[in-house]
């Protein structure tokens, strides 16, 4: 069975430093990994997405994600962190073989402190 | 644009009433998928739709029903309603990348039950 597990229930970081938010996955065969987020009382947002090629993906709002296969993680970075980062974060993998299925991490909560 | 939208965003049931959220997208998208959200949970499959006339079940599916008769709606069903189905429900559509394509969630709808 397919699993995205996220360490952290929350980040804190000052603004203007780098954040990052971790994410590790166990699957079989290839992962597509994805990053959302989501503002308070809204439906979630894309931020980006591994599929295939560099390992390094860049997304919305400056953020990027950088792909580790032998450690199986997708780790979410940003190099100066913004108050309006603050956030709640999620990964999400599927794979090839499962039809569809997007399975989502219990989130992270980023506070961005002024 | 509209894009996902759900109805209704709020409700409070009491146990064993019944009722239906309806998702409605107008992008064309094939893969429809229902979440529900809850604390320290994350964001859990429910159903999921990859086509017109298609259903399948996710992670938690039990006390669901889901119908996709439509291409552009999915409706997700609460027979007989109980106190652990109270959630924020979020319905969401995939891009025509399939698979690999990422998801469009609509606001959310709020159940309550009591």
């Known amino acids: 069975a397919q699993s995205v597990a996220q360490p952290e229930d929350q980040v804190n970081v000052a603004e203007g430093n780098p954040l990052t938010v971790k994410c590790t996955y166990s699957?079989?065969?290839?992962?597509?990994l994805f990053w959302y987020v989501q503002y308070p009382n809204r439906g979630l947002q894309f931020l980006l997405k591994?599929?295939?090629?560099?390992?390094l993906v860049k997304g919305s709002y400056g953020f990027e994600a950088e792909f580790n296969k032998s450690q199986t993680s997708f780790h979410l970075k940003k190099p100066s962190a913004l108050v309006s980062d603050s956030a709640l974060y999620f990964c999400a993998v599927s794979t090839s073989s499962n039809t569809g299925k997007l399975i989502f991490g219990q989130g992270t909560t980023l506070q961005v402190k002024p | 644009n509209a894009g996902v939208t759900q109805t209704p965003k709020f409700r409070v049931l009491k146990t064993g009433q019944s009722m239906t959220l309806l998702c409605a997208q107008d992008m064309n998208h094939e893969y429809m998928y229902w979440y529900r959200q809850d604390p320290g949970m994350g964001l859990r499959l429910i159903h999921y739709?990859?086509?017109?006339?298609?259903?399948a079940k996710g992670e938690v599916p039990d006390g669901y029903n889901v119908s996709r008769l439509k291409k552009q709606n999915f409706l997700l069903g609460l027979e007989s309603a109980a106190p652990s189905q109270t959630s924020v429900y979020f319905c969401a559509s995939r891009t025509t990348g399939g698979i690999t394509g990422e998801l469009f969630f609509g606001e959310g709808s709020r159940l309550t039950v009591l």
């Open positions: 739709s990859v086509g017109e006339g298609t259903t």
């Open positions: 699957v079989s065969g290839n992962p597509y």
């Open positions: 591994y599929i295939t090629g560099d390992n």
